[in-house]
């Protein structure tokens, strides 16, 4: 097991400067004199010097030299961890974070003193937290001991389970700047719902690992992604968001990884992919069951190295957390063959799932009603809002609702344009012939054949409890087939 020393260059500490430009390496520096005095004893293997900024690099290049020039047998590199803002301790935290668990099976000695006190601060929650192979340690100047050279220091502190990103999360809650969920005036959250925004905000300061989120069209799998993203360190770069299922292999390749202009018929410039688009920030795959083996195999390549190819192009490495999200038994694709395990397995590190409308307690869905006549109201600029009479209320409150909230959305959308009136009551025979067919369908109040269609189809997928995925195989269709025709009027 090797033993890793990891410290920050400390930018005013390790170096001189003469009225601000750069003299020379400061031999009595933190990292010079801990190589000096304390690298040998405490049986140290590697030292990886972190930088925060592309800007430093020249100053980490230099104090590379100077200390490879005096131990030329010493294993020491620098790399760069990128932050925005060296002060944001969500942010510094993070970065931190998912350092220290990509070199989890080594042990780790953590040279405090280099950094701004954020930056110790991150390292000190890390260290107490995540359960590692970690110590912190720090120097203290030789005027300052008996014998007068620099001695160094363990810093021997409590170890806690407690989550502390859920305490900074509280104190930026008491604060007002970073709201645990989306604005109520715009985004109704049931008590189901905001279980999974409660985890959403926790999978969200975990930088290093993607997401797969789980629920059948009209949940509200986007906004929950766009919501990991806002609460994520990563809120300040883009996010970006996909549809695989519409588009055909070819051009979901080139809308994923981009292309050179000449490589293929058609390419007649040069075109950014959405990962490059969303570099730094959040890639939103909605419908990922639906993509390609081919394409499994390359988006698999891309999430284990960081590295995407742009068609006609060379290798570019990518920095971007991957949200995808299904409505498809990924389970069930597995074992037919349709969907790789490895792909599903790297997928899904993280799982959130969004109930369909029709789980959700009667209350919750009549709140829900309520909410969104009222949201609707405010959008169409009505002077009034929809009253819905008692029957109407239950026969939506029957109604399984296979597009979930945004179907609901879309029908208060319509009745507000349709029905006519300066305070409008909402009676059943207002409402499309759907949504007045409960239990068995009904099919004489029609005789096309759409309509015979669809009534059976809402008949079988009242018979398999509202479930579409097995009400599509039941009915020998696949899922986006059945929606479309359950939403067609």
């Not at 925060?52 to 100077?66: G, M, Q, V, W």
């Not at 410039?269 to 890639?283: D, P, Y």
């Not at 409505?327 to 109930?355: I, K, M, N, S, T």
């Amino acid at each position: 097991m090797a033993h890793l020393l990891v410290s920050w260059l400390a930018r005013k500490n390790d170096f001189r400067f003469i009225e601000g430009k750069f003299d020379k390496v400061n031999p009595t520096g933190p990292n010079s004199q801990f190589h000096e005095y304390f690298f040998l004893e405490n049986g140290l293997d590697e030292h990886v010097l972190l930088y925060s900024t592309a800007k430093d690099e020249p100053l980490a290049e230099r104090l590379l030299a100077h200390l490879l020039g005096k131990f030329p047998k010493r294993n020491i590199r620098i790399e760069l961890l990128p932050l925005v803002n060296v002060i944001d301790l969500a942010e510094v935290k993070t970065k931190v974070e998912t350092w220290l668990l990509q070199h989890k099976g080594q042990e780790l000695t953590i040279f405090f003193s280099p950094g701004t006190p954020i930056m110790q601060l991150a390292w000190y929650v890390c260290h107490t937290t995540l359960g590692l192979r970690t110590r912190l340690v720090q120097t203290q100047e030789g005027k300052f001991s008996p014998d007068g050279l620099p001695a160094l220091m363990r810093l021997d502190v409590e170890r806690s389970a407690t989550p502390v990103t859920a305490i900074i999360r509280e104190q930026q809650l008491k604060s007002g700047s970073s709201p645990l969920i989306p604005d109520e005036d715009t985004h109704f959250l049931s008590d189901s719902l905001h279980t999974v925004y409660q985890r959403a905000s926790q999978v969200a300061q975990t930088d290093n690992v993607t997401v797969l989120i789980r629920g059948e069209s009209g949940t509200g799998k986007e906004r929950l992604a766009q919501f990991v993203h806002e609460q994520s360190v990563r809120n300040k770069a883009p996010f970006r968001a996909l549809n695989c299922a519409a588009l055909t292999d070819t051009l979901l390749e080139s809308r994923l990884f981009g292309h050179k202009k000449g490589s293929f018929t058609g390419a007649d410039q040069n075109a950014e992919g959405e990962f490059k688009a969303a570099e730094g920030g959040t890639l939103f795959l909605d419908e990922i069951g639906d993509i390609s083996p081919a394409l499994q195999v390359t988006l698999l390549r891309v999430l284990q190295s960081d590295e995407i190819q742009p068609i006609g192009g060379k290798p570019q490495k990518v920095n971007v957390r991957v949200i995808a999200a299904t409505h498809a038994q990924l389970e069930e694709r597995c074992e037919q063959g349709l969907f790789r395990w490895d792909l599903y397995f790297r997928l899904a590190v993280a799982e959130l799932e969004l109930p369909s409308l029709r789980e959700w307690p009667s209350k919750e869905r009549e709140a829900l009603i309520d909410h969104l006549v009222k949201r609707q109201q405010k959008s169409l600029q009505k002077a009034q809002p929809l009253r819905l009479t008692a029957a109407t209320r239950k026969l939506l409150l029957d109604h399984p609702f296979p597009g979930n909230v945004r179907e609901l959305e879309n029908l208060l959308t319509k009745l507000y344009i349709f029905v006519p009136g300066d305070n409008p009551a909402v009676r059943p025979q207002d409402l499309p012939v759907r949504y007045r067919q409960t239990g068995a369908a009904n099919t004489s109040t029609s005789l096309l054949m759409r309509d015979a269609e669809r009534a059976h189809a809402v008949r079988v997928l009242n018979l398999c409890g509202g479930v579409k995925a097995k009400a599509a195989k039941a009915l020998g269709l696949d899922v986006r087939t059945l929606t479309s025709m359950l939403l067609s009027d």
